[in-house]
């Protein structure tokens, strides 16, 4: 990868910055500063969750009707079982179902060519999601548009639970989306993951008008709505997000329904993960830019003035944080390890322990705080979706809590220095 110039000059400067941070104010007191700030905006949410109250929508009469359109590209391993969720999703209405193969080499073509009551589009080359969802929606007939990826297996009740959330002004409808494939502990991670990110923080942006994300895995759009917009831009790594974000610019909002359960495989090795979380923050980085625009907008009311400014910033502020709180505790948890060994060896009395570790950093105690909050946060979104918890779940859960912060931390530094180098966008 050839490193810019521009790439290297932003390194340094925020380098520098956290410099002279430190230099001004101290490092402690840097640290105190941004613990308050997390455990603020972790008490709004906590709170905010407990303010969400679940509006009851009755079906609508007469029911739109609906085009479920699936991109495939080499899915041959989960094509027919997504194509077969599908199929079994209940809807009383009418239902088309259109599969679009964006130039597979696998044999894709094959196994659509065996499956009756649906309409396959072959394209010849691969021109990518957005291209291929582009191409799906031009022949949709339905009033409703469903986008659905073809490693991703929607519960059959998923239809008749979010065509009636289209009320008003809405443009397009999100469910829950969970891990399907949660086997190993990368993937146990993910699905944890996915139930902080997709039932507890999506209820709270729901009900306050701040969702900026319509996920890939399976999303529901008022075709009206798409076509008016433009459809997908085929340009951008992250269309689910651009997308979004182009309907609240033209004044629509954006629902959740929690009680759709959307199941999609995620990634199974750290290469496949780490590749793909730096695609998504390439993608937040870029959209960000683009819709600059909308940042402390009055124009687009609460979601310009609060939402999307408040997510870039919290964002920031998060990575900053885990950064100063992994530079400044390193050194003194190593050494306390240290002596504590050297101290049960000596005098075997493990009290003894206890006052030396009030000699730790401050802002260990405060991240421990910050985990007492996210273990809130993930024993509510397992109530959500109707999980139990158990002891078998400790190991995921801890190493989410407690570690995975710094994995997101390295994925944020470069993807963002993947983008400020412009260097080629990979899936």
């Known amino acids: 990868m050839d490193i810019k110039p521009r790439t290297v000059a932003v390194f340094l400067l925020i380098l520098g910055f956290v410099y002279l941070l430190v230099k001004a104010f101290t490092f402690y007191w840097i640290i105190i500063f941004m613990n308050i700030v997390l455990i603020f905006i972790n008490s709004v949410f906590l709170f905010a969750y407990l303010d969400v109250k679940p509006s009851a929508r009755q079906a609508a009469r007469p029911l739109p009707s609906i085009s479920v359109v699936v991109p495939n590209y080499n899915g041959e391993r989960t094509l027919?079982?997504?194509?077969?969720?599908?199929k079994a999703m209940g809807y009383p209405g009418e239902k088309e179902i259109i599969v679009v193969d964006d130039g597979s080499k696998d044999s894709s073509l094959s196994i659509l060519s065996e499956i009756k009551g649906i309409k396959v589009i072959a394209k010849e080359k691969n021109a990518g999601k957005a291209a291929a969802l582009n191409t799906g929606i031009a022949k949709a007939k339905g009033e409703l548009i469903v986008t659905i990826d073809s490693d991703t297996f929607p519960e059959k009740d998923c239809l008749e639970k979010m065509a009636p959330c289209f009320e008003g002004d809405v443009g397009a409808v999100t469910g829950f989306v969970r891990a399907y494939n949660a086997e190993g502990i990368i993937e146990r991670i993910q699905a944890v993951e996915y139930l902080v990110s997709f039932g507890f923080f999506q209820a709270i942006l729901s009900d306050i008008d701040a969702i900026y994300v319509t996920p890939g895995p399976m999303s529901v759009y008022r075709a009206d709505v798409l076509r008016k917009i433009g459809g997908y831009?085929?340009?951008?790594?992250?269309?689910?997000?651009?997308?979004?974000?182009?309907?609240?610019?033209?004044?629509?909002?954006?629902?959740?329904?929690?009680?759709?359960?959307?199941?999609?495989?995620?990634?199974?090795?750290?290469?496949?993960?780490?590749?793909?979380?730096?695609?998504?923050?390439r993608g937040k980085f870029a959209n960000t830019l683009q819709y600059r625009e909308m940042l402390f907008n009055p124009k687009y009311g609460e979601f310009g003035m609060f939402t999307f400014p408040f997510s870039v910033i919290v964002e920031w502020c998060i990575v900053l944080f885990v950064f100063l709180f992994v530079a400044g505790n390193i050194e003194s948890l190593f050494n306390y390890l240290n002596f504590s060994v050297s101290w049960l060896s000596a005098s075997g009395n493990l009290a003894g322990l206890l006052p030396s570790a009030m000699y730790i950093n401050p802002s260990f105690y405060f991240y421990v705080i910050g985990g007492i909050f996210y273990t809130i946060f993930v024993y509510i979104s397992h109530g959500l979706a109707g999980d139990r918890l158990g002891l078998r779940k400790f190991p995921e859960m801890a190493l989410f809590i407690l570690v995975y912060g710094v994995f997101i931390l390295s994925v944020f530094f470069v993807g963002f220095f993947k983008e400020i180098n412009n260097s080629e966008a990979r899936w």
Do not use: S
């Not at 027919?80 to 599908?86: D, S």
């Not at 951008?236 to 329904?257: F, Q, S």
């Open 233 to 281: 831009d085929e340009k951008n790594i992250t269309e689910d997000m651009e997308i979004a974000l182009r309907m609240r610019k033209y004044g629509y909002r954006i629902v959740t329904c929690l009680g759709a359960h959307i199941y999609t495989e995620v990634p199974t090795t750290m290469k496949h993960l780490f590749r793909q979380r730096v695609r998504w923050y």
């Open 80 to 86: 027919l079982r997504c194509i077969e969720a599908v």
